[in-house]
C-alpha cells in the first residue's frame, strides 16, 4: 500500500454496528463489564482504553512503520512519558537546538529529580560520541531542530549509540518532519516522538502527542506510564487527529511548496541577514536532508538586521497571524527569543534575538510572499 493511501485508512475500520465510515467518538468514562473483573475487550476505563484513541494508536504506529504507538494528551505529555523511562542517575544527550518547552522540562523538572543533561550539536555525531557515558541512557534529537532547522543524520547518531557500551536510546522529535516526510525507525531510532497539535492535527484545533516504538519492553512500560500518570487525550482529540492524518500527505506537499517558495523569496531579500530552511542548496545540512527526507517541511527561520527589527516584521504582517504553535493550514509568524524560546534566555541554548520563525500555510504562496515583502518594507522605513 502507497503512503497516501495508508494515511487515508490506517487505524480505521467501518464500525462494526453502523458500518460508519469514521470511527466513532466514544464518549464515555466507563464500560459495563461482562462480569466481575471481566471488562469486554480489555475496556474497562478510558484512562486505561478506549475505542476513538485505539484507532488513533494504531494509526500512529502504521504511520511511522512501527509495531506499537501510544497518544498522550500534548507533546508535552509524550516527551515526559519518555524521560520517566530512565532511572535516577541517568544521563541524557541532546541537541542544542531545541523547543524552549523541551529544554524547560529537561532542566526545570528532570534535572533536579536527580537526571544529569548534555547539551552538543548533535548534527556534528563527532560530538554526540564525545559526549556518551556510561550512565547515558538516552540521545535526544529533534531534527528539523526547533527554531533554526538544523539537520541531524538520525542513521549515524543511531549507529554510534548502538555501538557504545552503554546502548543508549535515540529519541527523535518528528513533529517539524512528520512520518510523511520522514520515517526516524526505519534510520535507527529506537523510540519517535510527536506533538500531534502540529501537523498531524493540522487544523489549530486540538491538543496532543504520540510516541511510537518497536521496542516491546519500552512499549510495555510507556503503557504502564499512560495510563498510571493519566496524561491521554479525550475521545474528541483522538478524533480530530486521525481526521487530520487523512490529509497530511496533501497538507505537506502544499505546506513544503510555499515554505521552499517563501525561503527562496527571503534568500534574496536585502533586509535578511540569513535563511534557515533545510531544502536550500545554501543549507550547511542540505545534502542530509535531501537523503533522510522527502521535502523540506513548512517551517522558515530567518534572521533580520535588529531585534527591533524582528518585532517590527512580526507585527507588520497581515496573512501571517502573529501567534506560537505551528503546523496547521494557516501561517503563523513569531519571535521565538521572546515568545516559544524564552525559557531558554541566559542559557547556551539562547535563541537570537533577530530570529523569526515561520509556519508557512497552505494559501497561495504569492499571497505570503507578498505579506512578507509589505512587512519587512514596513519595518524598514520605521527605522
Known sequence: MRYETLLVHAGTQPDPTTG????????????????VGRPREGYEYSRTKNPTRVALEAALAALEGASYGLAFASGMAAIDAVLRLLPPGSHVVVGNDVYGGTYRLFEQVYRPYGLDFTYVDTTQPEQVARALREETRLIWLETPTNPLLRITDIRAVADLAHEHPARPLVAVDNTF???????????????????TTKYLGGHSDVVGGAVVTNHLEV????AFLQNAVGAVPGPLDCFLVLRGIKTLAVRMDRHSANALHVARFLEGHPRVVRVHYPFLER???????CRQMRAGGGMVSFQVESPEMAVQVAESTRIFALAESLGGVESLIEVPAAMTHASTAGSTLEVPPTLIRLS????????????????????ASAR
Open 20 to 35: 460508519a465510515i469514521m470511527t466513532p467518538v466514544y464518549l464515555t468514562s466507563t464500560y459495563v463489564q461482562e462480569g
Open 177 to 195: 518532519a512528520t512520518p510523511y516526510l520522514q520515517r526516524p525507525l526505519e534510520l535507527g531510532a529506537d523510540i519517535v516522538v510527536h506533538s
Open 219 to 222: 512499549h510495555q512500560r510507556l
Open 283 to 289: 543549507h550547511p545540512h542540505y545534502e542530509v536532508a
Open 360 to 379: 508557512v500555510g497552505i494559501e497561495h504562496s504569492e499571497d505570503l510572499v507578498e505579506d512578507l515583502a509589505q512587512a519587512l518594507d514596513k519595518a
